[in-house]
């Protein structure tokens, strides 16, 4: 007579799920939940994100390993990278920036 399987024998021969990542965002434009999809063309090597609110589009290079949350990711990362470059335009009118990026007011006498 053969042996009796034990329950954790079971749990251990069946694979664990990976979890499903997003693939609708929010977006950094207009606000709005869920209105930005990811979408991968492998066979161009083309990833693109749109908002379907405020029809923003946002386009890079994509590989084998591309998934739709590097797209977002890079989508928020040029966003801030855009933003920088305003906040050192914003601080240059209101007084000058030292090389370290501080910002020193101007100093006016009358």
Not at 62 to 77: F, R
Request: proline fraction near 5%; charge should be positive.
């Amino acid at each position: 007579m053969g042996k009796r399987k034990s329950r954790t024998s079971k749990m251990l021969a069946q694979p664990k799920k990976q979890p499903k990542l997003d693939t609708t965002f929010d977006c950094p434009f207009c606000n709005h939940t869920g209105s930005v999809e990811c979408s991968i063309d492998l066979k161009h090597r083309l990833a693109e994100a749109v908002c379907g609110v405020c029809k923003e589009a946002y386009s890079t290079s994509a590989h084998a390993l591309t998934e739709p949350v590097d797209v977002y990711s890079e989508l928020i990362d040029a966003c801030e990278q855009a933003n920088d470059g305003v906040r050192l335009l914003r601080r240059r009118r209101r007084g000058f920036v030292t090389e370290l990026g501080r910002t020193l007011l101007p100093y006016f006498v009358r």
